[in-house]
């Protein structure tokens, strides 16, 4: 019985954050490139659309040498079903904001997300390869869109990798 209300809590919890991106939405922005001391190295314009629960990208990420993958632009990883409290990192803060943080998995995919506890809005999230995070995406600065407020700054990071990947979102309609 815990386990199954410990289930439905994590779930909730994720289903709020969910609730923070629209359904019918276009974001429009740039993804920049930038070398280990934060040189931009390369930059493209995206156009990102959802509608009716699809979603689209304009932009070839193959071409550039980013950190960024397809999860990391549509937060795809949201929408997994498995999803359970990481009960180890729990309370931990990002930018000063206590977070719960989930685990969400699919096949042998697993991420870690901080999600803060008062607005239910990602803070962080990590893809997790043999229980180690390799990969981690953060917002480093918040903007207010309409009544939404959501990470406008995002830097990805293979972690290693000594390059970071911003990604800028300019517009939301």
Request: charged fraction near 30%.
């Given at each position: ?5 410990m ?78 409290f ?62 939404r ?25």
């Open positions: 019985m815990i386990g199954a209300l289930l439905a809590s994590a779930l909730s919890l994720v289903q709020e954050c969910r609730a923070m991106i629209p359904d019918d939405v276009e974001l429009r922005g740039r993804i920049v490139q930038r070398n280990k001391r934060g040189i931009p190295i390369a930059e493209r314009d995206y156009v990102l659309t959802r509608k009716g629960g699809e979603t689209t990208l304009n932009f070839p990420i193959e071409e550039l040498n980013t950190d960024i993958t397809w999860s990391d632009i549509t937060l795809d990883y949201l929408w997994w079903d498995d999803v359970s990481d009960e180890e990192k729990d309370g931990e803060t990002v930018n000063g904001q206590t977070c719960k943080v989930i685990l969400l998995k699919k096949g042998d995919r697993t991420v870690r997300a901080w999600i803060n506890e008062k607005y239910g809005a990602l803070m962080q999230a990590e893809e997790l390869k043999d229980g180690s995070p390799y990969r981690r995406l953060w917002g480093t600065r918040l903007k207010k869109f309409g009544e407020w959501m990470a406008n700054v995002m830097e990805v990071e293979t972690i290693g990798s000594g390059h970071r990947t911003k990604i800028i979102v300019e517009a939301m309609e």
